[in-house]
């Protein structure tokens, strides 16, 4: 979910960076994709119990949680760097903060992953 209100307000941001900005839209869309088919496959029951799969569950969030936190803090970082025109740059503000509750998401996911990698 919060990968996905980063998406949109990103996209409905004004881009002065493309660079950077390209950057946390790849993330958000790659780590949206990967959440997505994730899902679908253990709701399908794709996984068949293998003990694999927990291994490759605690990889795509380890992955998310570096990715979500470099874009966090590439949108912050750009944000200080206007901070004379907050008010033109509000919808980026809400992605930073959604980037890094994205971001913690991920990362209390990996620690139950881990866990659960650890008693398989």
Same mark, same amino acid.
């Given at each position: 979910?919060?990968?996905?209100?980063?998406?949109?307000?990103?996209?409905?941001?004004?881009?002065?960076?493309?660079?950077?900005?390209?950057?946390?839209?790849?993330?958000?869309?790659?780590?949206?994709?990967?959440?997505?088919?994730?899902?679908?496959?253990?709701?399908?029951?794709?996984?068949?119990?293998?003990?694999?799969?927990?291994?490759?569950?605690?990889?795509?969030?380890? @992955? %998310? $949680?570096?990715?979500?936190?470099?874009? +966090?803090? =590439?949108?912050?970082?750009?944000?200080?760097? !206007? &901070?004379?025109?907050?008010?033109?740059?509000?919808?980026? @503000? %809400? $992605?930073?903060?959604?980037?890094?509750? +994205?971001? =913690?998401?991920?990362?209390?996911?990996?620690? !139950? &992953?881990?866990?659960?990698?650890?008693?398989?």
């Amino acid at each position: 979910v919060f990968g996905g209100l980063v998406w949109i307000l990103v996209a409905s941001s004004r881009v002065p960076f493309p660079i950077l900005q390209g950057w946390v839209m790849f993330v958000s869309v790659f780590c949206f994709v990967m959440s997505i088919s994730l899902l679908c496959f253990y709701v399908g029951g794709v996984h068949g119990g293998s003990s694999s799969w927990v291994t490759l569950d605690v990889i795509c969030q380890e @992955i %998310a $949680a570096l990715f979500y936190l470099s874009a +966090a803090v =590439l949108e912050a970082s750009f944000l200080s760097l !206007f &901070s004379s025109a907050v008010h033109i740059y509000q919808e980026n @503000i %809400a $992605a930073s903060v959604f980037a890094f509750l +994205a971001t =913690l998401v991920y990362v209390i996911h990996k620690v !139950f &992953s881990l866990q659960r990698w650890k008693s398989s």
